[in-house]
């Protein structure tokens, strides 16, 4: 599965961006969807997740504020940020994971997409 993240930007306090990430093959065919974030000096950490016809989860962090969403038609999943602060900068990553009928799983990553937010 190949995963283009596009969206990020420089942004300050309290204001929105729009995250996409497209999916190579439809969405419908892949298991787990999710946004992940690497700040500086951090290990990347899952912000939003959504399992095939599931509902979404969020980090603590970013509840209330980032919704994420699918387009099965344009096999894209998004991550809308709004309310955004200083600590949600780093780098947002789209990744895939797809379930195999023995209990394995494959993982894919997108390049990544930069996001700063100046106080």
């Known amino acids: 599965v190949r995963l283009v993240e596009s969206g990020g930007g420089l942004v300050q306090a309290g204001g929105s961006l729009r995250l996409s990430c497209s999916a190579s093959?439809?969405?419908?065919?892949?298991?787990?969807m999710g946004w992940y974030r690497q700040s500086p000096g951090k290990q990347r950490e899952l912000v939003a997740g959504?399992?095939?016809?599931?509902?979404?989860s969020y980090a603590d962090s970013v509840k209330g504020r980032f919704t994420i969403s699918v387009d099965s038609i344009k096999n894209t999943v998004d991550l809308q940020l709004n309310g955004l602060r200083p600590e949600d900068t780093g780098a947002y990553y789209c990744?895939?994971?797809?379930?195999?009928?023995?209990?394995?799983?494959?993982?894919?990553w997108g390049q990544g997409t930069q996001v700063i937010v100046s106080s």
């Open positions: 093959r439809s969405i419908y065919t892949i298991d787990v």
């Open positions: 990744q895939a994971e797809l379930r195999g009928p023995s209990g394995s799983t494959s993982n894919y």
């Open positions: 959504i399992l095939r016809g599931g509902n979404p």
